[in-house]
Nanobody, 130 residues
Framework: QVQLAESGGGLVQAGGSLRLSCTAS????????MGWFRQVPGKEREFVAA???????????YYGDSVKGRFTISRDNAKNTMYLHMNGLKPEDTAVYFC????????????????????WGQGTQVTVSS
C-alpha cells in the first residue's frame, strides 16, 4: 500500500509560479509511474502531467496540451517525491491538483488515463487570481 501526500498549493497572481510536491510512502517509489491531475467543481478530473518510472536510467515526461511549455514534472526517487513546477499561471489553472501513482511501466497513451492509477493523494488547492 502506498500513501501519497500533496503540498505546495496556494493563492498566486496570474503570471506567477508555484511548485507542488507529492511525497510517497513505501520503498518502491522508483517503480511507480506518477501523474498529476486537476479538477474543478462540476468537471471531470483532467490530465496535467505524468512521468514514467525510471527505465534504463531515464524517465519520460508527458504533458496535457493546456500546460505544455509552462509546467514541468520531475521526480527525486531518493526523496520519494514528485514535483510539478508551474510557471506562467493563468486563472484557468485554478483547480484542486491531485497526484497519482501506479506500480507499472505505462505507455504514452495509458499514462494519461485517470482510471489506470491505483493510488491518489487528497489534493491541494491552487488558486490563480487575475
Amino acid at each position: 500500500q502506498v500513501q501519497l501526500a500533496e503540498s505546495g498549493g496556494g493563492l498566486v497572481q496570474a503570471g506567477g509560479s508555484l511548485r507542488l510536491s507529492c511525497t510517497a510512502s513505501g520503498r518502491t517509489f522508483s517503480t511507480y509511474a506518477m501523474g498529476w491531475f486537476r479538477q474543478v467543481p462540476g468537471k471531470e478530473r483532467e490530465f496535467v502531467a505524468a512521468i514514467s518510472r525510471i527505465g534504463g536510467g531515464t524517465s519520460i515526461t508527458y504533458y496535457g496540451d493546456s500546460v505544455k511549455g509552462r509546467f514541468t514534472i520531475s521526480r527525486d526517487n531518493a526523496k520519494n517525491t514528485m514535483y510539478l513546477h508551474m510557471n506562467g499561471l493563468k486563472p484557468e489553472d485554478t483547480a484542486v491538483y491531485f497526484c497519482a501513482g501506479k506500480s507499472a511501466l505505462l505507455g504514452p497513451d495509458i499514462i494519461k488515463l485517470m482510471r489506470k492509477y491505483d493510488y491518489w493523494g487528497q489534493g491541494t488547492q491552487v488558486t490563480v487570481s487575475s
